[in-house]
């Protein structure tokens, strides 16, 4: 139950952030893709700094989570096709609904219901993806 | 008093510097919690909670492994009713002069919301378009994800973060895929 409840409660705390940064914003978005601000790319480019100095020292340091167990970190297999394809499909979806997966659920919250539409096509798309996957280059 | 303070400094937009951190913490939250950051997966788990396994081998897996991420979703979805109600900033979003004349010539009027309710106001289901947009959308998003093994918060955040040399592959595709709907597909659709 405790368990249950730090995830919720991080949650919680991502909706506020993703909101209160405009990042969830498909405005923002356009304003991204159009070059027109550096907002967007002051925030993921923070985020990844931020993201590559800690999760250094995480493993420097050999630091354990919270169960004990020492923190590692699983290295992808290296494909070009599945990567880059993928992407630039993902990219198409993202610049036409202004919201990757996370934003979209946070924009359900803040009263958007034609995000069951978004949600809807991004689990058909997934199903359509357990289907051809076989049949795409990776 | 000085709740309220603090209430009025956080309702304010937060700036890039404060957010990327932010969301850098949330990262290293579910890593501390022996997770890892990806919100797509929870497509592949949904759709193997609705049965999908029973047909297509890739919905079968230990699902039941990934239920922390459904509560993190749900977490989300309140997260964002919380920052709209209760945390709302005062004043109408501040979005660039340039992209504003940009999507006025798209015919697409800005309104100060978080996202156009011309696209995603419940008006749009009087319309063919008005359906197809979301639906289209979230099929590209779902598949590409998929087909990409991540998301903006798998890849970018933490794969980037982790120096992967596939997720910098894959956040290159998500920006030329961006870029290809914007500048050569917006002006077909709008």
Not at chain 2, 109 to 132: E, N
């Amino acid at each position: 139950m405790i368990k249950s409840i730090r995830y919720i409660l991080t949650g919680i705390l991502f909706g506020i952030i993703m909101s209160k940064s405009e990042a969830v914003s498909w405005y923002r978005i356009q304003e991204m893709f159009r070059f027109q601000s550096f907002h967007m790319y002051g925030i993921i480019g923070s985020a990844v700094i931020t993201g590559i100095i800690t999760i250094f020292l995480i493993k420097r340091y050999g630091l354990k989570d919270i169960n004990g167990t020492t923190i590692t970190f699983q290295d992808k297999a290296l494909q070009w096709k599945r990567y880059f394809t993928g992407g630039i499909i993902f990219g198409l979806g993202w610049a036409l609904t202004g919201a990757c997966p996370g934003p979209i659920f946070v924009l359900l919250g803040q009263g958007f219901p034609v995000m069951l539409l978004v949600i809807a096509g991004a689990l058909l798309g997934t199903y359509t993806y357990g289907v051809i996957k076989d049949r795409l280059p990776h | 008093m000085l709740l309220m303070t603090i209430l009025d400094y956080i309702r304010q937009p937060w700036p890039w510097y404060a957010s990327g951190p932010a969301i850098a913490a949330i990262m290293l939250l579910l890593v501390f919690f022996g997770r890892s950051f990806g919100v797509s997966s929870n497509f592949r788990t949904i759709c193997s909670l609705a049965g999908a396994g029973k047909k297509v081998p890739f919905f079968q897996f230990d699902y039941k492994a990934q239920y922390w991420n459904l509560l993190f979703l749900a977490g989300a979805v309140a997260g964002g009713f919380i920052a709209s109600h209760w945390l709302s900033s005062p004043g109408a979003l501040q979005l660039s002069a340039a992209t504003i004349r940009d999507l006025q010539a798209l015919h697409i009027h800005f309104d100060g919301l978080t996202a156009p309710s011309q696209l995603f106001g419940s008006g749009v289901l009087l319309t063919a378009k008005g359906w197809i947009i979301p639906v289209a959308g979230g099929f590209l998003v779902g598949l590409g994800s998929r087909y990409a093994g991540g998301c903006t918060s798998g890849h970018a955040i933490s794969g980037l973060s982790n120096l992967q040399l596939p997720s910098l592959i894959a956040v290159t595709g998500f920006f030329i895929g961006g870029l290809i709907m914007t500048h050569l597909f917006y002006p077909l659709i709008f």
